[in-house]
């Protein structure tokens, strides 16, 4: 899970930068994050995670943080096995 | 194009992409462009043409087998596009924004969308049209007027929408509107109660793609027929779609290109001034190499973001913003030079490469600005290469 939440903060590393972010810290409040990163972000998850993000998933509370993000990963992962 | 692990990037077609990019440069050459210039002056596309594409599996032709596409690999795709866009610009906007539709429905539709919809998009059945822009609203896409409100099992949708390609022959539209103070995306059949167009004429480019305003009043779609999520409208069905569209019109962009060199070789190696084909001379043949060189170039930055999409990379977005930047500036700057070298010749209808500038110059307004696109690129970082 710990590798997981790594992969994710150096993707999202790309675009906050000078900032070491936390797993709990809400990456939208920062203003980093952008429709484009929003989507790319989904497009990293999928392809890195090998899952599938669908409409339901769209709730911004399962992208609001890293901590949120790899519980997505874990319960589409768990669903999808 | 294919990597190999142990010897690096290969960049090349696989010999099923080469011949794939034969056919669709006969069809092109034969179907298509000889009647391009009538279509144009015209301001329509026949419907027996868009009956062709659709037998052709040319609608919908990237999406997946199991959904009703073609399962076209994007590299093979992009060879569709840039030869179609060789041929007629208004023909491949046609794929542009059908296939805006289908990426859409596929990426985000509910399970009825995907039932109901989807498969008849994806084999071209319905046709598809992308309804974002409006009469006050363009680069700032944000600031949409178009307003929905839930109404029991419905939406109301109230507004209007401009400059929408084949608003005149779509089936469904892809229409975005604001909803709570959230953005939304709704798909609209063209026979909707409170849904009406009316064509667009006198454009500069594109005069064939059947333009449209149209109009919402209290315009009542079903609630399934939402797509994506409330609030998320924007951020990732437009953008998903608007991506597609980018890539289309990149290769779209190379296909101008592309043309305008054909028709210079050609009219280089026959015109004769001073006793001598003005390919002879120095300047006309500094204006081939430059057109040669960044038709390629152009056409090198589609072959990678059509690899990177292929991957769902996720920089796959910013190259394809790059390669359609690159591509539509390449396209104008060419087919500028191509009107210049053909000299009087080169102002009329006798010739294609006034269609070709006029058409190219739409490629750096559609789908992202070539200005929006400057302001955004330098904000994101890119892989190395």
């Known amino acids: 899970m710990d590798e997981r939440k790594t992969k994710i903060k150096e993707f999202l590393a790309r675009f906050f930068r000078n900032h070491k972010l936390q797993d709990e810290e809400d990456i939208f409040a920062l203003g980093f994050v952008n429709s484009l990163l929003a989507m790319q972000l989904v497009n990293f998850v999928e392809n890195e995670f090998d899952i599938s993000i669908e409409d339901e998933d769209l709730d911004l509370d399962n992208f609001r943080t890293v901590s949120n993000i790899d519980a997505l990963i874990e319960r589409k992962i768990a669903a999808e096995a | ?385």
Request: aromatic content about 8%; charged content about 25%; glycine content about 8%.
């Open chain 2, 1 to 385: 194009m294919t990597v190999n692990e142990e010897q690096g990037m290969r960049l090349e077609l696989s010999e099923a992409q080469k011949e794939a990019r034969e056919q669709f440069r006969t069809f092109a050459r034969e179907r298509i462009a000889p009647h391009a210039a009538e279509w144009d002056r015209d301001h329509r596309m026949p419907a027996s043409t868009v009956a062709e594409l659709r037998a052709q599996g040319y609608l919908g032709a990237p999406f997946p087998k199991k959904v009703g596409g073609g399962g076209m690999d994007l590299i093979t795709y992009g060879l569709l596009t840039e030869e179609l866009g060789r041929a007629c610009s208004s023909t491949r906007t046609l794929l542009t924004v059908h296939d805006m539709v289908c990426n859409a429905l596929w990426r985000w539709g509910n399970k009825y969308l995907k039932s109901e919809f989807l498969p008849k998009v994806a084999r071209g059945e319905l046709l598809g049209a992308f309804a974002l822009t409006e009469p006050n609203v363009g680069s700032d896409a944000r600031s949409i007027e178009t307003e929905a409100r839930a109404d029991g099992d419905d939406y109301i949708l109230n507004g209007r929408k401009k400059w929408i390609s084949y608003g005149e022959l779509a089936d469904v539209f892809l229409v975005f509107a604001h909803c709570e103070g959230k953005h939304a995306a709704f798909l609209v059949p063209a026979d909707a109660p409170g849904f009406s167009h009316r064509p667009i004429l006198g454009v500069m480019g594109t005069r064939a793609a059947m333009i449209s305003e149209l109009d919402l009043e209290d315009c009542r779609v079903p609630a399934k027929q939402l797509v994506g999520r409330l609030g998320f409208g924007f951020s990732h069905v437009a953008l998903a779609a608007l991506e597609q569209g980018r890539y289309s019109v990149a290769w779209g962009s190379v296909g101008i290109a592309q043309a305008c060199l054909d028709a210079c070789l050609d009219y280089s190696a026959k015109r004769t001034q001073f006793g001598a084909p003005i390919a002879d001379h120095q300047l006309v043949r500094a204006m081939l190499t430059r057109m040669i060189a960044e038709t390629r170039a152009a056409r090198l930055l589609c072959y990678r973001a059509g690899y990177l999409r292929e991957h769902v990379h996720p920089g796959a977005a910013m190259e394809t913003m790059l390669a359609k930047y690159y591509a539509a500036r390449t396209a104008t700057r060419i087919a500028n030079d191509a009107v210049q070298l053909h000299g009087a010749n080169g102002l009329s209808d006798e010739y294609p490469v006034a269609r070709y500038l006029r058409d190219s110059k739409v490629m750096e307004i559609i789908e992202g600005s070539t200005q929006v696109q400057e302001i955004t690129i330098p904000r994101y970082p890119m892989d190395e290469l």
